[in-house]
């Protein structure tokens, strides 16, 4: 009898235990993020906010950009490249299936590049992929690429968000219904409010952590400071630099401060006068006060740039001072571009705390030399349509958080409509360039052209200021990449 | 002014109004920093000498703030009051004086507005034709139409049975004619105070207006837009909050006084005067 009481009360203290130890270690992450995808398609959209959900979460690569920035294999276990580095050959995984059931293998490989390249295709980095002249499946673990010219980028390029891997049988429903290779799979999309990814069983890498993901969509900063100090979200990978402070010193959370690839940019509708006139924009870069909008926007975490590159890249050179702050010269050049006494303007902002905020810095500016812009706030699908997509603009506030994303100026039909053979010409170098010191020198090149050209105004390279649990590890702190990727995260005692 | 002061709520009531009207009307003219100064390098100033009531988080004057906005809600709600009560009260005045399909008509279609939530019907028109100033106004304006005609045609009823209206008519007079002649002057302070208390509602719904980015658009500025500017640094700068959200329940609180002040001082004044035809 008593031998059997005890049994009883060491068993009641160790489903304690063991409750306890469940509770301590959750498996599940409430992630909050500013903007929500408009599709769930990476391969369909440029939206960050796309690769912010499913970015190396639902989909996998060939290859996937690490935390630093460096490419290692993922659905491609290893390569091999000819000396011409015009033929690349793949090996891949064995075992792995997409979360709808269906086997991966070189065929998927093929079909997700002929669809990337195909004329309708809706990808939104197609000229990243142009050079691949053909895709060979030599066996179901084997393919080739072949390659017109030598790209020096093509391994990062293939770990794009642009580049994952989707199959046939699923691919026309990614929008709304994403089926990929990686360790999350998509449980469902409450639109307005929030995505659950959940963890996929049969993975074939390494094992993860978590069990849940949801991904709330909250765009208001007091909304976004109230659910991160009541729990109801576990951190958030962007936050607003305004109100870190709350989070600063307060032992449950922890600030990640890093850098992203985001060139802030005021950008300029290069196809609309007075746009068009290079003096106009000469003007407008003088009456940018990058000081005072990286204080005022991003309180100081923000770094200067003067062209669109990012400033820890080793290519990087310094063009903060192509063209100062000074309004005596800003106005001299608007005078003599025919416009002594300045013009109306529009400026469309997105709903990111950055922009929003920086437009207000930069009407107050260029009102000092006579240009009154007028401040639209508009929300982000709004945005992609008229700004993104339709062209319609003067002038908008927005951070291109690509990764050396500079060729997006060689393409005439982008958004802002720069057309200028003379870059096109360098930025065809340096895409068919794989020596390192001879890419440095053109990518300078490229940085400097744009500079001088102002094509857009050159704000700041936007940080990363997430906040986060101070249980939870395994977040990045910079973002090399698009994308916030769950696969190191864990709660700790 | 004897009469106004034997009342003391309206007394303060209006004396507050007054205060805060001409902060606004001063705004137009002197503020003591240009509301769209933006100067980063003084941002998140305390109250001091050189500014009053501190500065936001742009490095502005939050009292040069304070005037304009104040000056911009009032303008709104005003105009709001005078769309509602322009359209508002011929419709009620008619709908007494013509009765029947007139009437049938008026009240269906003040029903009509009235089924829908004032403030998201607000913010729908705002979406449909874009946010700004003008658009607030005709928003809000469109939902004191209602208001104006129920009020309207209420007071004129309780008249239009009078010996004085039938009298009125027996001289010949038309429904048009009676309406602006006898019915009006009668509702007259009905509608006053009813204009009062919509002017504190119409300064509500443009601060939530603004709030939710629908109103007001930077650089200019108004209550509500300077209560969502510093939402979210709320926990850190409280006072930035303080200062348009006390201004906006000051104001209101003000021309609440002011409209209960006014409709004692105004019936008394009748009854004391007890004149033909004018009656409480």
Redesign the interface.
Known sequence: MGNALKAIGLALALSTTLVAAAMAQPTEVRIGVALEPPILDPTAGAAEAIDIVVYQNIFEGLTRIDENGAVQPDLAKSWTISDDNLTYTFQLQDGVTFHDGTSFDAEDVKFTFDRILSPNSTNAHKEFYEPISSVTVIDPLTVEFKLSKPVGMFLFDLGRGDAVIVAPESADNNATDPIGTGPFSFVQWDKGSRVVLEAYGPYWGEPIHLTKATYVFIS???TM?NALLAGDIDGTNNF?A??L??FEGNPAFNILVGTTEGETLLSTNNKKAPFTDLRVRQAMAHAIDR??II??ATYGYGVPIGSHFAPHNPYYVDLTNTYPFDLDAARKLLAEAGFPDGFSATLKLPPL?YAR?SG??I???F?KIGIKLE???VEWAQWLDDVYTKKDFDLTIISHVEPFDIGNYANPDYYFGYDNPVFQAVIEKLNGTTDDAQRKELAIEAQTILAKDAVNGYLFELPQTGVWNSKLTGMWKNSPIEGLVLRDIRWTE | MKRILAHPSLAIGLAATLFFALLGLVSLFWTPYPIAQIEIGRRFLGPSAEHWLGTDNLGRDMFSLMMSGTLTSFVVAALAVAIGAGIGVPLGLAAAAWGGPVEWLVLRFTDFIFAFPALIVAILISTLIGPGSINAVVAIGVFNIPVFARVARGGALSIATLDFVAAGRLAGFGNAQIAYRHLLPNIMSLIIVQGTIQLSLGILSEAGLSYVGLGTQPPSTSLGLMLKDAQSLFLLHPFLTFVPGLCIVLIVIALNIAGDGLRDAIDARLRAQGSSNVVA
């Open positions: 208001d900063t007091a400071t607003a305004e109100a402070g709350v000081k005072a204080d005022g705390a905020l207000q810095i009407a107050s500016d009102a401040l639209i706030n």
